[in-house]
Nanobody, 115 residues
Framework: QVQLVESGGGLVQPGGSLRLSCAAS????????MRWYRQAPGKERELVAF????????MYAESVKGRFTISRDNAKNTVYLQMNNLKPEDTAIYYC????????WGQGTQVTVSS
C-alpha cells in the first residue's frame, strides 16, 4: 500500500521557520523525483520545489527561492522541506508528491503564517 505522510505543519509567526517531512512507503522511493506543492485558499495548487532521485538536482519556485530548501534521505524514505523566513503568503496546505514512473500524493499538512 502506497503512503505519503506529511508532518511538521503548524502555526508560525512571520519570519519564523518550519520543517516539513514526508515519509514514504509502499514503493521504491529512491527512483522517484519528489516534489512539494502547496495550495492556498481560493488558489490553484502550485509547485514549490522538487528534488531528483539521487538528490543531485533541485528546483524552486521563484517565490520561495533563497528561503526554502528541499532535501531527501533515501535510507529513511523521507523528503523534507525546510522553510525559513516564512511570510503570510506562504500560508497553504503543503502536499508531498512522488513523480515518475507513477504519481502519488500525500494528504497534505497545513502551514499558517500569521502574527
Amino acid at each position: 500500500q502506497v503512503q505519503l505522510v506529511e508532518s511538521g505543519g503548524g502555526l508560525v509567526q512571520p519570519g519564523g521557520s518550519l520543517r516539513l517531512s514526508c515519509a514514504a512507503s509502499g514503493f521504491t522511493f529512491s527512483i522517484y523525483t519528489m516534489r512539494w506543492y502547496r495550495q492556498a485558499p481560493g488558489k490553484e495548487r502550485e509547485l514549490v520545489a522538487f528534488i531528483t532521485p539521487a538528490g543531485g538536482s533541485t528546483m524552486y519556485a521563484e517565490s520561495v527561492k533563497g528561503r526554502f530548501t528541499i532535501s531527501r534521505d533515501n535510507a529513511k524514505n523521507t523528503v523534507y522541506l525546510q522553510m525559513n523566513n516564512l511570510k503570510p503568503e506562504d500560508t497553504a496546505i503543503y502536499y508531498c508528491n512522488a513523480y515518475r514512473p507513477l504519481i502519488f500524493w500525500g494528504q497534505g499538512t497545513q502551514v499558517t503564517v500569521s502574527s
